[in-house]
């Protein structure tokens, strides 16, 4: 089921404008990154 949400995601990105794909591109790759540092930091503290 998830790989099918995740294909529908890609194809909505391919119909859109280069430039709106990379803004939600960034947007993502900032949520990771605090993602990662949340989960380091926690670690750090257990």
Not at 16 to 32: K, M
């Amino acid at each position: 089921m998830k790989d099918k949400k995740m294909l529908y995601r890609l194809e909505l990105l391919d119909k859109i404008s280069e430039e709106d794909r990379n803004t939600i591109l960034r947007v993502v790759d900032a949520f990771l990154k605090e993602a990662q540092l949340t989960t380091t930091s926690k670690k750090l503290k257990a």
